[in-house]
């Protein structure tokens, strides 16, 4: 396990109530990265995606930099728009 993990685990630890929190961020990193690949292998702007999905580019630039929890609702229009599937999974 990682350094980060494992701090995190015992943050968790002293204070349950941050597990919630955890969970959140890690979605919304996993997101933000995921977005950024995809974008870069379409080799899209955030501003031409954001045009292919009828949002605002600041959508775009805010679930990457992980700021936004983006909605299922979001994530199946940019993968219909471009082209792709979105995979969900339990692991």
């Not at 995190?8 to 109530?17: A, D, H, L, T, V």
């Not at 941050?18 to 977005?35: M, Q, V």
């Not at 501003?47 to 009828?54: D, M, R, T, W």
């Not at 600041?58 to 979001?74: H, K």
């Amino acid at each position: 396990m990682s350094d980060v993990k494992n701090l995190i685990r015992k943050r968790i630890e002293e204070r349950p109530e941050r597990a919630d929190i955890y969970r959140e961020e890690e979605f919304k990193t996993a997101a933000a990265l995921a977005l950024l690949n995809l974008r870069k292998q379409k080799g899209l702007t955030q501003k031409e995606l954001a045009q292919l999905i009828g949002k605002p580019q600041s959508t775009i630039s805010r679930i990457e930099t992980g700021e936004m929890n983006p909605t299922s609702s979001t994530l199946e229009t940019i993968a219909e728009a471009t082209d792709t599937k979105l995979k969900l999974e339990f692991i």
